[in-house]
């Protein structure tokens, strides 16, 4: 069965450092893979999402993500983050087929120190 | 503003009351969703509608009963919930239900049961 699993529930790191959120995902082929932010009270919003090609995907708000295949892993990176990065960061398997249903993780926090 | 608007964004019901949650979109989507959010715990997916007709229903309880009149609209109607049904309730939409489509959420209804 497919599964994403995010292994940091909180991440802290100080204003202007870098940071990397982990995705690891268990699926029978390549899915489509997706990280969505989610600040406080609101809905989730996308930052990236890769499908083929270029393993290294950049998304808004200087977001990027790498997707390794040998690691099933997917994870978000930033090189320096600003306070206003501070929200809750989910990433997401599309498996591929129609009517297929997409499947979050857990979440990470990140926690920004000024 | 993602396209996506719900409302009552804010809900106190007691266990005996009915109401209802309401979500438009307006950005000429096919699919529409409603999740459950709880803390700690990963988002839930209740239900999908591809072109108005549910396409998936996981599971959840009869005392949630979703409504779908149009690929505009999608509605959660709520009787006798119980205190664990407190959460945020997001909805969200996508062109179709592909594994590879970009879902955009609302800013969710967040439920309070006594």
């Known amino acids: 069965a497919q599964s994403v699993t995010q292994p940091d529930i909180h991440i802290t790191v100080s204003e202007g450092a870098s940071l990397e959120l982990r995705c690891n995902y268990s699926y029978g082929a390549t899915p489509y893979l997706f990280w969505y932010v989610q600040s406080p009270g609101q809905g989730l919003q996308l930052l990236l999402k890769?499908?083929?090609?270029?393993?290294l995907v950049q998304g808004i708000k200087g977001f990027e993500a790498e997707f390794k295949r040998s690691q099933s892993s997917f994870n978000l990176r930033k090189p320096s983050v600003h306070w206003s990065d501070a929200a809750e960061y989910f990433c997401a398997v599309g498996p591929k087929g129609r009517d297929d249903k997409i499947i979050f993780g857990k979440g990470t926090r990140l926690h920004i120190l000024p | 503003e993602t396209g996506v608007t719900q409302t009552p964004r804010h809900l106190v019901m007691g266990m005996t009351n009915k109401k209802s949650l309401k979500c438009e979109q307006h950005?000429?989507?096919?699919?529409m969703y409603w999740y459950k959010q709880s803390a700690k715990k990963p988002l839930e997916l209740m239900f999908v509608y591809n072109f108005k007709e549910q396409t998936e229903n996981n599971s959840v309880p009869s005392r949630f009963s979703p409504e779908c009149p149009n690929s505009s609209h999608l509605f959660l109607h709520l009787h006798t919930l119980q205190p664990e049904d407190s959460a945020l309730y997001l909805c969200?939409?996508?062109?179709?239900?592909?594994?590879?489509?970009?879902?955009?959420f609302g800013p969710g209804t967040r439920l309070l049961v006594l």
């Open positions: 969200a939409s996508s062109q179709e239900q592909r594994g590879e489509e970009t879902q955009y």
């Open positions: 890769y499908f083929s090609g270029d393993t």
């Open positions: 950005l000429g989507h096919n699919a």
